[in-house]
């Protein structure tokens, strides 16, 4: 079922500026559906109506099938998962303290409430026993911001809204919190609203992506479809003009390798390379990585290897012919 | 409100004397102020260039503010005896406090940016203090002598005291006598005259493009 | 070095510091009093002023329309000078210590309630939006966040307001509330210089340890509160003593 919709929604502030207007799709359960535009297009305030830190001036917004004007703010906060850029720790409460926010406010079991933010804290790779009890101004960047999305977390929300999260962050540590992140969204089944402005982000991130363009939505698809099927020039402009290379980012290898022809081929392609069986990919590598890895040593073809077995081949035919928009 | 008629009516039949004591209290309060602007803007400015000198003078100001402004007065007469001079210099030393403080912070929190870029043009340290870290500093600047000012007007009552005039006089010879009409006349004023001076500095402020509201000039 | 120089330089103000101390030692039981009375005033004045600003002061970060309203009133009762003030309140509270402590309450107001007011709303603004996302009612986020946070801030504020009312209970001597401004005034009245000198040292003395030791414990809370502060001696020990 859709987690949450956006019926005809239309913002405007006092001032008269508007922020969106006629804003209309669904978010299906469990996925990831990031929000992305320039800024002052209307991302931010489209997930804010989520937890009604906004309200609309037109249109309904549908939370697990109920219009959320009618629901209880605190309440239906307490069930929304909700991360900002700048993090926002409290930093005269622990980390334990800050994670236990809204399981206390919620008035879980001392117990109950001790068992989620040690599961918590070992999901985000922060041993308990020693971070518990430190405090915010002892964490670097990234450890704030594990610390929020565990808080974020703790009351087991169905729904998670996050604002451009790891923007505040390195770009190293950005990159690895993503990493992180994606491997967290398979484990958890949280649908999830993300705000960026990072196309390349949002491209990474999402299994849908709503472009917004000065408060309207002018694209709302898969990456691919984005990547092979911009719907205007705005969307060709903020995707860029490497949409080609993009592409590749998206694909997985697995999905254009073909199989070997023969057994003896097999021996050849483990050959390949002086029999370096090191030049090989992986099912989930991406075809960037692949094109990557065949410039690198310089050849045309490319075995992927899962778990010791050779289960196909890729060419560089085939990642150009990704690669190609067919405009 | 009827103690406010009455000393109304005392103000009005003393018109005379009331006018002296006014002019007396103002002159106090104008010369003290601009003699203090005069001093400590240049100190501030000259604090700002070494880092010893800087800590030394605000912690000085910082200090020297806490003392109470009786104490000050007080201390005024056994070094210069009684008089206006004695109370003007009392006033004065006192007004420096506000003016130096803020001056010296509003100069520090220039950007450093701003100043890098600055000299990266070639501007001299003192062009530098001129037009840029000067011009950016006026609204701490003008808090400064807002605080300044308002102070004044307070610590002119008690340079009666000294024998300093103004409308001291009338407040506390109220006090001493029993007269509360002689004690009001001598009161509002005072304190109208304070909100005023208060108000046309918040304007000031305002016109530099500080937001005065919240920030009453005393950097906490 | 000839004899009027080491006369100057070194005889004289060991003389006249002699004499000081001389006067301290046989007033010291009268500066006592003055100095506990001080302090009465002052403790006074500041059980009445602190809940009231706080209050104050919170109230307008939840009411915003009463911000402007009180904030100035609050400032205009710190321009009206303290003599004027007392002169004021006299036809109503009569002499002695009641005009005075009113008018002293009256003074503490702004610091406190400005303090209070930023240190709730400006101290760490992602922290109360995080708040309210997570879902905190507005009484949950100032109790659980907001106040908390504003602890050193409403200290400082506190601290301000410490000096003023030690400042300005001094002239309050004169009408009667009693405090060292009673020597003050005497020492003028009778132009007895060392009752001054002596004075004005305790008195500012007072001012400072006061504000000193305020100091410290705004130095704690704001370290217990994760900001980096540049601890004194004195700081460092305490936080010893108390962790």
């Not at chain 1, 830190?53 to 309440?75: A, C, H, K, M, N």
């Not at chain 1, 996050?162 to 962050?169: H, K, N, S, T, V």
């Not at chain 3, 200290?155 to 400042?167: E, L, Q």
Request: hydrophobic share 45%; glycine share 8%.
């Amino acid at each position: 079922m859709n987690t949450i919709e956006f019926e005809g929604v239309t913002k405007v502030y006092d001032d008269g500026t508007v922020a969106i207007e006629d804003v209309s799709y669904s978010v299906e359960s469990g996925t990831t559906t990031v929000l992305v535009g320039p800024s002052g297009c209307g991302k931010t305030t489209t997930m804010k109506l989520v937890n009604r830190l906004e309200d609309p001036s037109e249109g309904t917004v549908y939370y697990e099938g109920d219009d959320v004007q009618e629901l209880d703010r605190i309440e239906l906060r307490r069930d929304v998962g909700y991360v900002i850029q700048e993090i926002g720790l409290f930093d005269h409460m622990t980390v334990a303290e800050n994670v236990a926010t809204v399981p206390e406010l919620k008035d879980w079991g001392r117990e109950r409430i001790n068992d989620r933010l040690n599961e918590l804290l070992e999901l985000m790779d922060m041993p308990p026993a020693e971070y518990r009890d430190q405090y915010p101004r002892e964490l670097s960047g990234g450890q704030r911001q594990r610390v929020g999305i565990a808080r974020a977390l703790a009351g087991e929300p169905d729904v998670m809204l996050m604002d451009e999260p790891f923007g505040a962050l390195d770009p190293i540590t950005r990159e690895n919190l993503q990493d992180e992140f994606l491997e967290l969204q398979q484990q958890i089944d949280t649908t999830i609203l993300f705000v960026t402005h990072s196309i390349d982000e949002a491209l990474k991130m999402g299994d849908k992506i709503a472009i917004y363009d000065v408060g309207k939505v002018v694209q709302y698809d898969t990456p691919q479809e984005i990547l092979e099927n911009p719907t205007n020039e705005f969307v060709e402009d903020f995707v860029g003009a490497d949409r080609g290379l993009k592409r590749l980012q998206v694909t997985q290898v697995e999905t254009i390798m073909t199989k070997p022809a023969e057994a003896s081929d097999t021996g050849a392609l483990a050959a390949d390379g002086n029999g370096n069986v090191a030049r090989v990919l992986s099912p989930t590598d991406s075809t960037q990585v692949a094109l990557s890895r065949m410039i690198q040593f310089d050849v045309t073809r490319l075995p992927v290897v899962d778990g010791g077995t050779v289960v196909g081949e890729v060419t560089k035919d085939t990642v150009y012919d990704i690669a190609q928009t067919g405009a | 409100m009827s103690v406010f008629t009455q000393g109304w009516q005392f103000l009005f039949t003393n018109q005379a004397e009331f006018l002296t004591l006014l002019k007396e209290h103002l002159l106090m309060v104008v010369i003290a102020e601009v003699a203090a602007i005069v001093v400590a803007i240049p100190l501030a400015i000259l604090a700002t260039q070494n880092d010893t000198a800087k800590s030394v003078v605000m912690s000085i100001g910082n200090v020297t503010q806490t003392i109470p402004t009786l104490a000050v007065i007080a201390l005024v007469y056994p070094l210069l005896g009684i008089g206006f001079n004695s109370a003007v210099f009392g006033i004065w030393l006192y007004a420096l406090l506000p003016i130096l403080t803020n001056t010296v912070t509003g100069i520090e929190d220039v950007d450093d940016k701003t100043i890098n870029a600055a000299r990266g043009m070639g501007m001299t340290d003192w062009e530098v203090i001129r037009r840029i870290q000067l011009p950016l500093a006026l609204p701490v600047i003008f808090a400064g002598i807002r605080t300044s000012s308002v102070i004044n007007v307070g610590t002119a009552y008690l340079a009666f005291f000294i024998g300093g005039g103004g409308l001291g006089l009338w407040v506390i010879s109220g006090i001493q006598l029993f007269d509360t009409p002689q004690m009001i006349a001598g009161a509002v004023p005072g304190a109208l005259l304070a909100i005023s001076a208060d108000l046309f500095f918040a304007s000031i402020e305002r016109y530099l493009g500080q937001d005065p509201d919240v920030n009453t000039g005393i950097l906490a | 070095m000839s004899l009027t120089t080491v006369a100057t330089d070194w005889i004289l103000p060991t003389v006249v510091i002699i004499e000081y101390l001389d006067f301290f030692r046989s007033n010291s039981s009268q500066l006592l009093r003055l100095v506990l009375q001080h302090i009465n005033i002052t403790l006074i004045t500041i059980m009445i002023a602190l809940p009231m600003g706080v209050a104050l002061g919170t109230f307008i970060s939840v009411y915003k329309w009463a911000q402007t309203p009180i904030l100035w009133l609050a400032g205009i009762m710190q321009t009206v000078p303290s003599i004027a003030l007392f002169g004021l309140l006299i036809p109503v509270l009569g002499i002695g210590s009641p005009p005075v402590i009113v008018a002293l309450v009256l003074y503490s107001q702004l610091p406190i309630i400005r303090n209070t007011f930023i240190g709730l709303t400006q101290v760490n603004e992602a922290a109360i939006e995080a708040g309210r996302g997570l879902g905190m009612s507005q009484r949950e986020r100032l109790q659980r966040v907001q106040i908390p946070m504003a602890l050193p801030v409403i200290m400082a504020g506190v601290r301000n307001a410490i000096v003023i009312i030690v400042g300005i209970a001094a002239i309050g001597a004169f009408i009667g509330a009693g405090g060292l401004g009673d020597f003050l005034f005497e020492g003028i009245r009778e132009r007895y210089v060392d009752m001054i000198v002596v004075t004005t040292v305790v008195l500012s003395l007072l001012a400072l340890i006061l504000d000193y030791g305020l100091g410290v414990s705004e130095r704690l809370l704001r370290a217990r509160n994760g900001e980096d502060i540049n601890p004194t001696q004195f700081t460092r020990v305490l936080q010893k003593v108390i962790s």
